[in-house]
């Protein structure tokens, strides 16, 4: 089953207003990936962080690594209606080289 | 970017029959392959990891003997769904890496069974 647990599952928000998701794993990960799937599309790669803290910035969306590599999140500024889709995380354990999905989360944007 | 082609896009074929997917990296060797099963509205499941000339390593759950993956070549790995039922149709993405853990994607099969 997955260890990597992501929140919420959805959410639901006014355009304008600001959007994260949340990821926790249960064991330490070597670095910890972000996709985006728009609806009826396929996962794209957004960004990749390896260094404990990490801080990395792609306009208005910011993803954190935590200090003990154990979590991790994204956050959108202001969404937009481009911001559409769900937002997976997948983390790397070097220890059996196996890759960690999250649920994901689905950005709503009520009309 | 580099580009992971999938071929069908949309199958349907009989129960009992089988169906052969193809992931195909175009302009890059794949050291690694992947394999998704994916239901409406849900995660990607992660179904096998396949290494170029080496036998597909499957995740729990997964049968081996009736989800066939051949990674022949750094290019091209391919999921064979054998004796096909209604409930193994999903949608199917296969992912691609060349190493630096960044997977590419395909577009995804649509498999129907009736």
């Known amino acids: 089953g997955q260890q990597v647990m992501q929140i919420p599952q959805y959410q639901h928000v006014q355009e304008g207003e600001d959007f994260t998701t949340y990821c926790n794993s249960s064991t330490t990960l070597s670095n910890i990936q972000w996709y985006k799937q728009r609806p009826g599309g396929h996962p794209v790669f957004l960004i990749q962080?390896?260094?404990s803290g990490e801080v990395k910035k792609q306009k208005r969306l910011t993803f954190q690594f935590g200090e003990a590599k154990k979590n991790s999140s994204l956050h959108i500024t202001a969404t937009q209606t481009t911001d559409v889709g769900t937002y997976f995380c997948?983390?790397?354990?070097?220890?059996?080289?196996?890759?960690?999905w999250g649920a994901g989360t689905k950005l709503i944007i009520k009309p | 970017g580099a580009v992971v082609s999938q071929h069908p896009s949309r199958v349907i074929c009989k129960s009992g029959t089988s169906v052969k997917i193809e992931c195909r990296s175009l302009d890059f060797q794949a050291t690694t392959m992947f394999w998704y099963r994916q239901f409406p509205k849900q995660s990607l499941m992660l179904m096998a990891t396949s290494n170029e000339g080496s036998k597909a390593t499957y995740e729990q759950g997964v049968e081996k003997d009736k989800f066939l993956i051949n990674h022949a070549s750094l290019t091209l790995s391919t999921l064979t769904v054998t004796s096909a039922h209604p409930e193994d149709s999903s949608f199917y993405i296969c992912s691609a890496t060349q190493g630096t853990y960044e997977q590419y994607f395909g577009p995804g099969t649509r498999l129907t069974v009736t």
């Open positions: 962080l390896v260094k």
């Open positions: 997948a983390g790397w354990r070097d220890s059996n080289y196996q890759l960690i």
